[in-house]
């Protein structure tokens, strides 16, 4: 297995190992309580709708950029994720990073515990790494980067004004291992919320489906494209845009036979920023929805919250005759 190769200084990183892998091992053991599904969910959309689909080649082309770049937009706004296709990922390194995820969940116990670990406070029926300084290289910040730069056209923010934003920000991973429930209709596999992030890239690892989202009050399945990321909005995009754009709500459900393997990166502003609704989107019939705030304040109010729905960002909501700030 190819190492995990750390590429910044200090910071935090921990691992979360619990007794879901042992219910791997051994599916007659009834589900611990603490995943057990607390009251009656919305509907889930039998029959899977299509996720919006972008293509990066077009969107870099002269000749196509101006069309894709209004798709992006409307998905941005409407549905808030989108398959990304042509990425200039390849197909390649993509199966290299799959072999080293898949090979570390296969670890012994005891192997994986050479981790930094931090016990308990698993918010869904899973295994959890996050990694604050850790990257896998992929790509990933420079397809990011591009992405922002895109979207703060389309948000006709001031030329650069997004990618300073995000330049040097804050990037983290997460991968997660769902191993096979024997009572699948019984848990949540990863708790409903949105990303406090910009934006999110997702990638299935092993090609067992589960992530859903939540649109028009039902779940709605994703299927994954072979070698597509699904890219979605998250908090802070919804701010900078001041609503237009959606920060979807989404979830991960478990599969009753196969084990579910995901990675995702999140990219955020630099530690130091502030942001708020950008000023491009602000206009007397347009007053902020959201607050300004610190990034550093803004993390560790996060942090002193449980994920739970799109409930961070209603706090960041300006309420009737609050001042326009959270510092």
Known sequence: MASLQPVCPASSSHLVLSIEEELA????????ERYVRVGQDPPILETPIPIPTINMKQLVSLETKDLEK???????????????????????????????????????????????????DVQGYGTVIRSDNQRLDWGDRILAMQLFGYLGELLEMEMGEMEELFEDGMQSVRMTYYPPCPQPEMVVGLTPHSDAAGITILHQVNGVEGFQIKKDGVWIPVNFLPNAFVVN????????????????????????????????MFFNPKFEAEFGPASSMLNPNNPPLFRRVGMEKYVKDFFSRSLNGRTYLDYMRIKNGEANSAN
Not at 25 to 32: A, F, Q
Not at 237 to 255: C, D, F, T
């Open 70 to 120: 209004r798709k992006l937009h409307e998905c941005c706004k409407e549905w808030g994720l989108f398959q990304l296709v042509n990425h200039g990922v390849s197909s390649s390194l993509l199966e290299k990073l799959n072999d080293e995820i898949e090979g570390f969940f296969k670890l012994p116990l005891a192997e994986k515990m050479k981790y930094k670990i931090r016990p308990g």
């Open 233 to 264: 909005i998250g908090d802070i995009l919804e701010i900078l845009s001041n609503g237009l754009y959606n920060s979807i709500e989404h979830r991960a459900n478990v599969n009753s036979e196969k084990e579910r393997i995901s990675i995702a």
């Open 25 to 32: 091992k051994d599916p007659k053991i009834t589900v611990p």
